[in-house]
């Protein structure tokens, strides 16, 4: 009887534990029937969005709102209600097409649509703007366009991009056909292709590309355009940037052959070329496309290449003879250089005496007019032994084409057989080129004149280079350029660096200096 009674008692808890089970188990049930009827009426998620930072850069919060709804119906009746009342909400639908689900996004602003559901995703970036994103497939392709849409001026730019991200400001990296370049939307500006970039004080951008740096404005222009290969930082706004060097090569006429050339030095090569270095190590060696020719003789200076006349023993005597002189020298120009009690003349083969032995010095023949010296003072005769150049000057020069170069203890000058000024000017120093061509020097300045005396080019440079050609290499400021012999100017002085090619008769001009270019960072 006990027994019978124990076992109905447990049979009854039994019973009661079960339906206790079964009410939980109901209530749960209502509980997750009702959550989920409520998501599907209004499935709002509010989100603050923080656009995406990127490593070592300042990124400015955009805060707008997320929404998702399950189909549009849904999201209609959420529009028709004026739910959206934050300034910028995202709205993306998932639903179903044919059994395939699917995803579009739209951005909504003080309850109106302004940006369709035509993109699979869109990210909220800078003030008023959107990534947005679509994928386009086709039976052989699939790829995805991303766009940078505003949302109150209604632009897109769209570059075919395949991703977009957004740094900070108005700034963006965008990534098309493999290259990457920054973008500026306020500017709308497009960077070059970069590899990698850090900010500088907020103020600039350093940009790599193969090792080699750039400087940009936040606003993608450049600041430092030609690349250097590092950025030195010695204090909070003192930069020095170490440029690479830029070159221009020039043939001697003006035409330019090659355009910045970039490396770190350029160096002639044996042969009709140039070998061009980077970081130390020949970078490779470039050949000219011409081989040059000189057919024009080099100068020779005057008085070198005159050797003693051989007199036969019947002529030296018959001019001893007749003149009596103490020795004779040399020939020059089909005369004979005697010298006679201490003083020089000149006479013929046959000893008639031409120029008589009364100057303490006589030099050879040139251009007809030969140069003497008297009580320490220089003139020139003719052969006709007329002086038309009293002594007078501390040196004279040989003349050449009508014209003589010479100095009168304070001043350089270029005279005519009569002795006239020809420039009716004065220089402080005078130097022969290699064509014969003279540079005249005038308080630190540098000109040209040509082989007879006349100004080419007055002193107003600080260099000039003749190089047998009608172009001229001329220096002003500390940088060189290129003119011609009528002063007309082939290229403004923008080169720090000049070297002439003599074996291909090229000019080799570089753009940027080799010191570091030190900037200095303005403080906000």
């Known amino acids: 009887m006990t027994y019978s009674i124990w076992r109905n008692n447990l049979n009854k808890s039994y019973v009661t534990r079960g339906r206790h089970i079964r009410f939980l188990l109901a209530f749960f049930l209502c509980v997750f029937a009702i959550l989920t009827s409520q998501a599907q009426t209004d499935t709002s998620i509010q989100i603050s969005v923080d656009s995406v930072s990127l490593k070592k850069t300042p990124v400015q919060a955009n805060t707008v709102f997320y929404r998702r709804f399950s189909s549009e119906q849904l ?25 395939v689900s699917r995803k579009r996004s739209g951005v909504v602003f003080a309850n109106k649509l302004i940006i369709p559901f035509q993109y699979d995703s869109i990210t909220a970036a800078a003030k008023d703007e959107f990534i947005c994103t679509e994928y386009l497939a086709g039976r052989r392709f699939f790829s995805r366009n991303v ?31 493999g290259k990457k370049m920054l973008y500026n939307s306020t500017a709308q500006k497009f960077s070059a292709q970069l590899d990698t970039y850090t900010f500088i004080d907020t103020l600039f951008i350093l940009t790599s590309v193969a090792e080699e740096h750039k400087l940009l404005h ?14 030195i930082h010695s204090n909070d706004s003192v930069y020095n940037a170490v440029l690479f060097n830029e070159w221009d090569i020039y043939k001697n006429t003006g035409e330019k052959i090659f355009s910045k050339l970039n490396c770190d030095s350029l160096q002639i090569a044996a042969g009709h070329g140039w070998n061009i270095y980077r970081n130390d190590s020949m970078f490779f060696r470039n050949y000219s496309s011409f081989y040059y020719e000189n057919i024009v003789k080099p100068f020779v200076p005057v008085g070198t290449n005159h050797c003693a006349a051989v007199i036969d023993k019947f002529d030296y005597d018959t001019m001893k ?19 006679k009690v ?6 013929d083969t046959i000893g008639n005496v031409k120029i008589a032995h009364q100057y303490d010095t006589i030099t050879d023949w040139h251009d007809n007019m030969a140069a003497i010296r008297m009580k320490n003072k220089w003139g020139y005769v003719t052969k006709r032994e007329q002086m038309t150049v009293q002594p007078y000057y501390t040196k004279a020069l040989p003349f050449a084409n009508g014209a003589a170069a010479v100095y009168d203890g304070k001043k350089w000058m270029f005279i005519n057989k009569d002795g006239k000024n020809i420039n009716s000017v004065s220089y402080d120093s005078i130097k022969q080129t290699v064509s014969g061509k003279w540079y ?5 300045l540098t000109g040209l004149c040509d082989i007879d005396g006349r100004e080419i080019i007055p002193p107003m440079y600080q260099y000039l280079l003749d190089t047998q050609a009608d172009v001229l290499v001329y220096k002003t400021e500390g940088l060189y350029g290129l003119i011609a012999k009528d002063r007309t100017i082939i290229c403004k002085p923008v080169y720090d660096q000049f070297i002439y090619d003599s074996t291909n008769n090229c000019l080799l001009l570089k753009h940027i200096i080799q010191t570091p270019l030190l900037f200095v960072m303005p403080k906000q």
């Open 440 to 444: 005249v020097h005038n308080k630190g």
């Open 321 to 339: 003879m007749r003149i009596n002189f103490d020795t004779i020298f040399h020939q020059s120009d089909y005369l004979y250089l005697y010298r």
């Open 342 to 347: 201490g003083k020089y003349g000149y006479c």
């Open 75 to 99: 999201f209609a009746t959420a529009l028709k209600k004026k739910s959206f009342t934050t300034p910028y909400c995202i709205v993306s639908i998932t639903d179903t097409l044919g059994g």
């Open 218 to 231: 936040t606003d993608c222009s450049s600041f430092i355009s030609s690349p250097f290969k590092e950025l």
């Open 147 to 177: 766009v940078i849409h505003n949302a109150r001026t209604k632009k897109i730019v769209s570059i075919r991009a395949s991703a977009i991200q957004y740094i900070s400001g108005s700034l963006y990296v965008v990534h098309v056909r």
